[in-house]
């Protein structure tokens, strides 16, 4: 256990400071149990919890959320259970609370968080919460106006609900794996951002539920599916089904009409004046180039200096230089892989070029724009170093989403919610965690 | 009473009624009933997020200019080819709208327009602030104008920044934002060139993170009472998803060393079956006995007192042994075995492999809806149901300016849509 004997900390403080001094997110006030677990589901509730509201994540030192001990990327995590990275990435602004959902004592404290509650979120397997008697036809008794969405790997209907998932069997199960990829090669594995695309979807799926009980009162149970979700991100590939009788081939970074529309080696990143010794940024540098026009690739020539290539015949046209996209490619590269990207992409766009830097980590951090929209938040987990993480996707102006804190220590609140939130007493606290409720 | 119970009385635009809604029903009105959202958008992101609101009930109004919105000309294109109605990605995001045609270097169009404007809930667009400027539709101008209306926009770079009026294109934004750098990376750190996931998946996060901003700001409408401007940058939107490991890129030291395994990640990856590919992680225990007790109980796999050895402990020879016997089967029996067994797998489906499976058609995620010019086809659903709401009957992709006169016809007066034409208004 580590909840602690006085049920303060500051993370508890920091939530209600912050939020009371600032303008409100569009959902404070508003309470959500958090049952969800690994990328696509925390991250699916931390976008609530960014718009405002209270999640109360239900963690269990019996069944650790696999986010604070090993990630599909990197294998193990050498560190603590409060000091995986991974785990503060999808979970900022939550409270945990620590509860054995098997024990009686823990499933009466959810039924007493459900009548507080708008909302819960679980991304278990169809039926896991039911068997626990926690799902929505049970949480409703308590609560008929509570939103829950439940996002499993396939949906809970269907012959495939009881399967299981992660990101990359989400986006081979929906086509994108299919899709993406060079036009040579096999199909590529995708990674978590697929889990948080799916998260994506869920979170919107709840907020429709939030916004749909504003207006109706009513309450109800949303049931999601997370390969669904990609495949709902590749609309247009499923038309070319019907409507031309194939399937769409991958196209790696090409483009079905455009050339040059590539990514192109450079010399560095940056110009050499820019690598100091603070810098974190990579060396080696990429640069995406896309033409749509004559006009396009005139200015890309006269940029380059590859000037003769704008008389070339087979380059005089958009149809020309598609279909010779092949031998373009090295003379593109001849001059790029002697630049810089940053510097080369703001030179190409300066003359109306398509362009940009294919960035990744540190230089995205260090980029102007990104810092002249408010740059990375910083955040301190308690156990581990100080980090910056990249700002909610959405600027509100009146209401706006926030960063408030780290993700929480395994349990950081289990007093804060039991003695404050629900009132319970000290004497009910310890019977509870004397029973083992809230291992 | 919120401001939704009483827009657009006398234009005859919003079926929806006056009274609160009736909470008996056993299923209520569709989500957004007697919504009225404007669009002025074109391709992928902004279409996409109208779309979604679209297509749960939203009267949606896209505004179109004389040439159409530019997904209309983009490739592959259904019979007949090449046509204004028939692309697919016009298709893909536009369904349950109408379309109004308006030649917005008119200022009686721009004058109509704001009149659209101020009439809908929500504006959804995806031009830059000097582009809304010259239409005179500067976000602070129209929050201010109409403090009920949410100003919704999906730009690359954002409506505050240098970055703003950048010229760039779906492919520079995915590797402008990280994305596509996630991918390779996620394939091993120096395998190659960043890479852009494929169809348009980068470009829908923005319409994504749109659609969930505005539902956000209907919500904070409901609850204050006033709308607000939404700012999306779908480069933001897209690196958003990569949280995770931009951070770990960022504040740890560079990415973490590759795991053993081939194919993908420390726990499993792509394995080639007889007939395609699938994929398979394995990160619980559980779930690598799972693998295991589906191929059989390999000797291998166990050490010398029997028990299971860990997968990052096997490294590539398990990676062989593996491969060997997903090569010696088809993706469905390896699929089934491991799921069987709880270990986590998925066939590599072609998008017309999804579209037939049995999961899909059960759950009828894709619907099939009827277009005048082109044939019928399956167009995917909202990856959820809500189980309180009833669905929208959604409808195809409208015709170009076939709402304009309907639409357009009160704001007209003393013109007649006829008269409007002839002057260059409306198309």
Same mark, same amino acid.
Not at chain 1, 189 to 204: F, P, Q, Y
Not at chain 1, 265 to 294: F, L, N, Q, V
Not at chain 1, 385 to 391: D, E, G, S, T
């Given at each position: 256990m580590t909840t602690t004997s006085n049920g303060q900390n500051g993370h508890n403080g920091l939530h209600g400071l912050l939020r009371a001094a600032d303008r409100p997110g569009p959902l404070s006030g508003k309470r959500i149990i958090d049952f969800t677990w690994a990328w696509a589901g925390p991250y699916g509730a931390m976008q609530l919890a960014l718009l405002g509201a209270e999640l109360i994540k239900i963690e269990s030192a019996t069944r650790i959320d696999h986010s604070r001990q090993r990630s599909l990327a990197m294998g193990s995590f050498k560190g603590g259970v409060n000091q995986a990275p991974m785990f503060n990435e999808v979970n900022l602004n939550k409270y945990s609370i620590q509860l054995n959902l098997k024990m009686e004592g823990a499933k009466q404290v959810i039924r007493d968080l459900a009548r507080t509650a708008d909302g819960a979120i679980d991304n278990f397997r169809p039926g896991i919460l039911e068997k626990l008697g926690l799902g929505y036809d049970d949480l409703r008794q308590f609560n008929p106006e509570i939103v829950m969405v439940s996002a499993s790997a396939l949906g809970a209907t269907g012959p495939e609900r009881n399967y299981t998932g992660y990101a990359p069997t989400f986006a081979a199960l929906s086509g994108l794996s299919y899709l993406s990829g060079e036009p040579?090669?096999?199909?590529?594995?995708?990674?978590?951002?697929?889990?948080?695309? $799916?998260?994506?979807? &869920?979170?919107?799926?709840?907020?429709?539920?939030?916004?749909?009980?504003? %207006?109706?009162?009513?309450?109800?149970?949303?049931?999601?599916?997370?390969?669904?979700?990609?495949?709902?991100?590749?609309?247009?590939?499923?038309?070319?089904?019907?409507? =031309?009788?194939?399937?769409?081939?991958?196209?790696?970074?090409?483009? %079905?009409?455009? $050339?040059?529309?590539?990514?192109?080696?450079?010399?560095?990143?940056?110009?050499?004046?820019?690598?100091?010794?603070?810098?974190?940024?990579?060396?080696?540098?990429? +640069?995406?180039?896309?033409?749509?026009?004559?006009? /396009?690739?005139?200015?890309?020539?006269?940029?380059?200096?590859?000037?003769?290539?704008?008389?070339?015949?087979?380059?005089?046209?958009?149809?020309?230089?598609?279909?010779?996209?092949? /031998? =373009?490619?090295?003379?593109? /590269?001849?001059?790029?892989?002697?630049?810089?990207?940053?510097?080369?992409?703001? $030179?190409?766009? &300066?003359?109306?070029?398509?362009?940009?830097?294919?960035?990744?980590?540190?230089? +995205?951090?260090?980029?102007?724009?990104?810092? /002249?929209?408010?740059?990375?938040?910083?955040?301190?987990?308690?156990?581990?170093?100080?980090?910056?993480?990249?700002?909610?996707?959405?600027?509100?102006?009146?209401?706006?989403?926030? +960063?408030?804190?780290?993700?929480?220590?395994?349990?950081?609140?289990?007093?804060?919610?039991?003695?404050?939130?629900?009132?319970?007493? %000290?004497?009910? +606290?310890?019977?509870?965690?004397?029973?083992?409720?809230?291992? | 009473m919120s401001r939704w119970h009483c827009v657009l009385d006398c234009r005859g635009m919003s079926s929806y009624s006056s009274e609160p809604l009736d909470a008996s029903d056993e299923l209520g009105p569709p989500l957004l009933d007697g919504l009225v959202v404007v669009e002025l958008a074109e391709e992928v992101a902004g279409p996409f997020a109208a779309r979604l609101l679209a297509d749960a009930g939203a009267e949606t109004i896209k505004i179109e200019l004389p040439q159409g919105d530019a997904s209309r000309r983009m490739a592959p294109f259904a019979e007949p080819s090449p046509h204004r109605e028939t692309s697919t990605s016009w298709l893909a995001y536009n369904t349950s709208k109408r379309s109004v045609v308006l030649d917005l270097e008119n200022c009686s169009a721009r004058r109509l327009l704001q009149n659209l404007v101020a009439q809908a809930d929500v504006f959804v667009t995806d031009r830059t602030p000097a582009q809304l400027a010259q239409l005179d539709l500067s976000p602070d101008e129209l929050r201010e104008r109409y403090p009920q209306l949410i100003i919704a926009a999906v730009t690359p770079f954002g409506l505050m920044g240098s970055a703003a009026e950048w010229p760039s294109t779906a492919l520079t934004r995915a590797h402008a934002s990280g994305s596509a750098a996630g991918v390779r990376r996620n394939l091993g750190a120096d395998t190659g060139a960043p890479l852009m996931a494929g169809a348009k998946v980068h470009e829908a996060d923005g319409g994504m993170a749109l659609a969930l901003a505005v539902w956000s700001a209907l919500i904070a409408r409901e609850r204050f009472g006033h709308g607000q401007i939404v700012d999306v940058a779908s480069t933001e939107a897209m690196m958003n998803m990569d949280r995770v490991d931009i951070s770990i890129a960022h504040n740890d030291g560079g990415p973490p060393a590759r795991p053993p395994t081939k194919g993908g990640s420390a726990f499993g990856g792509r394995l080639e079956c007889s007939d395609g590919h699938l994929i398979a992680v394995t990160p619980q225990s559980h779930q690598w006995a799972g693998l295991i007790k589906s191929m059989g109980d390999p000797s291998w796999a166990y050490d010398d007192e029997g028990n299971l050895v860990d997968r990052l402990e096997l490294g590539e020879d398990a990676s062989d042994a593996i491969e060997h016997w997903a090569g010696a089967h088809t993706r469905d029996e390896v699929f089934r075995a491991l799921q069987e067994n709880s270990a986590p797998a998925g066939p590599v489906l072609r998008p017309s492999e999804v579209m037939n499976s049995e999961q899909m058609q059960v759950r009828e995620f894709f619907d099939r809806l009827e277009h005048p010019l082109v044939e019928s086809a399956r167009y995917p659903q909202f990856a959820a149901r809500w189980n309180g709401a009833r669905r929208v009957q959604r409808t195809a992709a409208p015709l170009f300016g076939s709402s304009t006169a309907e639409i357009t016809r009160p704001h007209l007066e003393p013109w007649s849509p006829a008269q409007a034409r002839r002057a260059g208004v409306i198309r």
């Open positions: 040579q090669e096999p199909p590529v594995m995708m990674g978590g951002s697929i889990d948080l695309r $799916a998260g994506t979807t &869920a979170a919107m799926a709840m907020l429709a539920g939030f916004h749909y009980h504003a %207006r109706t009162g009513r309450g109800q149970f949303i049931d999601a599916s997370s390969s669904e979700a990609i495949g709902m991100h590749i609309a247009e590939e499923f038309l070319h089904v019907d409507l =031309l009788g194939s399937d769409g081939e991958r196209i790696g970074n090409g483009h %079905r009409a455009y $050339a040059p529309h590539d990514v192109f080696r450079c010399a560095s990143m940056r110009a050499p004046e820019a690598y100091t010794d603070e810098h974190k940024g990579a060396r080696s540098g990429w +640069i995406a180039i896309a033409c749509r026009s004559d006009d /396009e690739w005139a200015s890309l020539c006269e940029c380059s200096g590859l000037d003769h290539l704008k008389e070339d015949p087979r380059f005089r046209t958009g149809l020309k230089r598609w279909k010779h996209r092949a /031998e =373009l490619k090295p003379m593109i /590269e001849a001059w790029t892989s002697e630049q810089s990207a940053v510097e080369t992409a703001e $030179a190409l766009r &300066a003359v109306g070029v398509p362009a940009a830097a294919s960035v990744w980590g540190s230089d +995205i951090h260090h980029s102007e724009n990104f810092r /002249e929209r408010g740059g990375a938040i910083r955040v301190r987990p308690p156990e581990t170093h100080l980090r910056q993480v990249l700002p909610p996707p959405w600027k509100l102006s009146e209401t706006p989403a926030e +960063i408030v804190s780290p993700a929480p220590r395994l349990g950081e609140d289990t007093d804060y919610v039991l003695g404050r939130m629900l009132g319970y007493d %000290r004497d009910t +606290i310890d019977a509870l965690a004397r029973e083992g409720a809230l291992e | -």
